[in-house]
């Protein structure tokens, strides 16, 4: 569901731009004071039909079709507009549980601290998909009420989530989270393990140099990957010399070419 602008004030307006850029001929500075005239004419004659598609796509979220409830919120999440952030709270109580998750992934998107609590609520949504992605969301927010329950979903039954979960409190970033992602290098899947390297390469806390060092024998090579990054971000003299193992003896090449990058950027090699 787009912008769309009536048909005749488009041909309109194309054709009134044309005849303009003809009279000035290779005049480039009018003709780029012209463009922003045009593109503020058009943001004016929009704003009414976003509005519009707003209001549609909030009575959409009552629809009798769970999928047509689903592409609602979706649309709602990509235009982006703060009205929506209520009737999004509420679709999180749907009874379907793609409308959940698409409305919690919605309210990541638009970033209204009023979604806070109840996408931390829907991290207890019996659906995985919706714990996921309610954890997606609250990073985006990034807002520290959701660090506790965050780091209570590290130890979910679902790897997605924890995976979620790490990477949520990569972005929110606080000393408190360095310890739990650590344990979560250790976690049974590679994507949880990656995503809790990413993440404490995003926070730099220097207590997270030697677990990712170890990090960097992992047996799935995104993990190496990540670790590598990370060590390089966080920017602390005791990693050169595993970098330097990693960038001669590492079984895939491209984890060798990432250790020997990051040893060059950080003036390692």
């Given amino acids: ?30 003709r780029c004071e012209l463009t922003i005239v045009f593109a503020f004419i ?22 009798e079709n769970s999928i047509a409830r689903a592409d ?18 509420q679709a999180l109580k749907d009874d379907n549980s793609s409308v959940r998750s698409e409305s919690a992934k919605a309210l990541g998107w638009i970033k209204d601290d009023r979604a806070v609590d109840p996408l931390i609520q829907a991290l207890n949504d019996p659906s995985w998909e919706v714990r ?23 130890s979910d039954d679902n790897s997605s989530l924890r995976a979620r979960a790490a990477e949520a409190l990569g972005k929110i970033g606080s000393e408190k989270v360095v310890d739990p992602l650590i344990q979560a290098l250790k976690d049974e899947d590679p994507l949880v393990r990656y995503q809790a390297a ?14 990712l060092i170890q990090a960097l024998k992992d047996d799935d090579k ?34 060798r070419n990432t250790a ?10």
Avoid at 3 to 8: A, C
Avoid at 135 to 154: C, H, T, Y
Avoid at 260 to 269: D, F, I, R, T
């Fill in 1 to 30: 569901m787009g912008i769309q602008i009536p048909i005749s004030f488009a041909t309109e307006l194309s054709l009134s731009r044309n005849l303009v850029q003809n009279e000035l001929k290779g005049d480039k500075n009018v």
């Fill in 42 to 63: 058009l943001m004016v004659f929009a704003t009414p039909v976003l509005a519009e598609n707003v209001d549609q796509s909030i009575q959409s979220l009552k629809d």
């Fill in 72 to 89: 609602a919120a979706m649309t709602l999440g990509e235009l982006n507009d703060a009205s929506a952030v209520e009737p999004l709270i």
């Fill in 132 to 154: 996921s992605s309610a954890a997606l969301a609250l990073g985006e927010l990034n807002d520290s009420e959701a660090v506790d329950p965050l780091i209570k979903s590290l």
């Fill in 198 to 211: 990413e993440a404490l390469g995003n926070i730099k806390d220097s207590r997270a140099v030697d677990p």
């Fill in 222 to 255: 995104s993990v190496r990957y990540w670790a590598a990054v990370a060590l390089g971000n966080i920017n602390d003299a005791r990693s050169a010399d595993p970098l330097i193992q990693a960038s001669k003896d590492d079984k895939d090449s491209y984890i």
């Fill in 260 to 269: 020997s990058n990051v040893l060059k950027e950080q003036g390692w090699a």
